[in-house]
């Protein structure tokens, strides 16, 4: 099994991770989601960390913290179509969850995904509340969901 390092995002990964994110596209993200994607590298992270395996980087996913200071949300998660299904997402959506189990404010847990990530993140304990068709984009669902149990580690 790889091993994988997690790092908080820098100015430095931009290029790195850009490349990585049109990997992605069109099987996982839109054409017209990059602008949106550079539009949150740019102005809107909250906490984004970036996987590397040998030094490269083969994914990133973030936080962010809505409004009612209670709720966190998963962002923009992606990893290297070539590193799929080998860990590297489950290991960083672990690190995530455990992170915000450790923030005493936070008792709620989402992501807001497409049709084409739900079964990987029902895998990890979210579970659907809703869906809406063609929401990011033509063919490209919204699927709203919910960590099932979020209890505080101790």
């Not at 980087?57 to 923009?76: E, P, Q, Y």
């Not at 029902?122 to 809406?132: L, P, S, T, V, Y």
């Amino acid at each position: 099994m790889p091993v994988y390092t997690i790092s908080v995002y820098s100015e430095n990964d931009f290029q790195e991770l850009i490349e990585v994110f049109e990997s992605n596209i069109p099987q996982y993200f839109a054409l017209e989601e990059k602008a949106e994607f550079i539009t949150y590298l740019n102005q809107e992270i909250e906490e984004y960390f970036v996987v590397r395996t040998n030094g490269r980087i083969i994914g990133a996913g973030g936080i962010n913290f809505d409004s009612d200071h209670i709720t966190a949300r998963l962002s923009w998660d992606f990893m290297d179509g070539r590193e799929q299904h080998k860990g590297a997402g489950t290991t960083l959506t672990q690190y995530r969850i455990k992170r915000l189990k450790q923030q005493d404010h936070i008792q709620k847990l989402i992501v807001r995904t497409s049709q084409f990530a739900d079964t990987f993140y029902q895998k990890q304990g979210f579970q659907e509340i809703k869906r809406i068709p063609d929401y990011w984009a033509p063919g490209f669902d919204l699927v709203y969901m919910e960590y099932s149990d979020f209890k505080k580690i101790t």
